[in-house]
């Protein structure tokens, strides 16, 4: 049994410092494994990600691939 469903993934972008921000935000960010503004990551698409993006919206930029 194949499951063909689609795995829609997310490209996230870290487009603002971590300076100065949060504790949390911060966490969030290098959990993603966002360490530097630019850096950029592919993720699949869960809650826990989306979670995650939620929590660091302002700091990110989205693209659903």
Do not use: F
């Amino acid at each position: 049994c194949w499951d063909y469903r689609i795995i829609m993934k997310y490209e996230i972008t870290l487009v603002k410092s971590l300076i100065g921000r949060k504790p949390n935000q911060v966490k969030t960010a290098k959990a993603l494994g966002l360490t530097k503004v630019g850096s950029t990551v592919i993720k699949e698409e869960n809650e826990a990600v989306k979670g995650m993006i939620i929590t660091i919206a302002h700091l990110v930029k989205v693209v659903q691939k």
